[in-house]
């Protein structure tokens, strides 16, 4: 008898971006126990480059990487890209906890002038996280 795997392709692509291994491997495993497939970048320009030739259903960004405002400025690349406008937004940061910064969105208008969707403090509860991740899929695929 001969065993075959498959993989799940049509399974909704997440897009992960930060540059710590072990949030990029927090992350993956989560989203990929509920059923999603994650592809993880420690980097905006190579999960960018990426999204080029897949375009995936949600991109989650840490904010700060090379830079303080790294995350919002992949963020706002995403949302001003005609391609991938539509794509649904998170940010997920350690600035409050580590460093003190308050990024905290106060409404939806903080939200859209950080152009994202959604925000997580780090560690994000992994719960809140899936459940903000179908909500937001599942509203982009009625668009």
Known sequence: MKLELYMITDAPLIVVVDDDFDVLEWCRLILEAVGFRVACFQNSDAAYAAMKKEIPALVITDLMMANLDSGFDFARSVKESPEFSHLPVIIMTAAS???????????AADLSAMHVDAYFSKPADPQALVAK????????SQR
Do not use: C, M, T, W
Not at 98 to 107: A, L, T, V
């Open 97 to 107: 906890s580590r460093h003190g910064f308050d990024f905290e969105p106060k409404s």
């Open 133 to 140: 991740v179908r909500a937001l899929i599942s509203g982009n």
